[in-house]
């Protein structure tokens, strides 16, 4: 079995950034306004600002996402995380997080902050793991889903 790559994003991804987000937003919860946005134009939203976006490949296949979109001033937004089903378990979204905390330091960021529900506790649980600490929510959130508010400040 090949080994995980973390790969940047090419424009050829999209459709792949796009699939594995729907597919856990239509799982868990639905897909919002703001999510269509983003997925369906990428290089508007996260990428012209600043931002990043990597992929997990596996063999040939892309299994998983992540993308830093930059707020300004160094700060970041880890968003868009997800991992296909078959791939979970298998620490896939463990890599993808390492690789997103160590370009975020790569570009010099202050501060990444993430969205996320209370009752996706594996992924709160890696987060947790990774250094981010829960903190009040400065401002709205723009998901109606998102009733977890964290920081990272490594």
């Known amino acids: 079995m ?11 991804y999209q459709p792949d950034f796009e699939r594995l987000n729907i597919e856990w937003l239509e799982k868990y919860f639905r897909v919002e306004p703001i999510d269509r946005r983003v997925l ?9 600002g600043g ?5 997990a490949r596996k063999d040939s296949d892309i299994v998983g996402t992540v993308a830093l979109k930059h707020t300004g001033d160094g700060n970041y937004e880890l968003t868009k995380m997800a991992v ?3 791939a ?10 390492d690789a997103a905390i160590a370009r975020f330091r790569e570009l010099d960021g202050s501060s990444m902050y993430l969205e996320s529900h209370s009752s996706l506790t594996v992924a709160v649980g890696l987060y947790e793991r990774a250094g981010f600490v829960h903190e009040p929510r400065p401002e709205p959130s723009p998901y109606e ?3 977890v508010y964290m920081v990272f400040r490594g």
């Open 145 to 147: 889903r998102a009733d």
């Open 40 to 48: 369906g134009d990428p290089d508007r939203h996260v990428l012209a």
């Open 88 to 97: 979970q378990g298998f620490g896939v979204g463990k890599a993808l997080l």
């Open 2 to 12: 090949a080994a995980l790559e973390i790969i940047d994003y090419q424009s050829s």
């Open 84 to 86: 296909t089903e078959a």
């Open 51 to 55: 931002g990043q976006i990597l992929f």
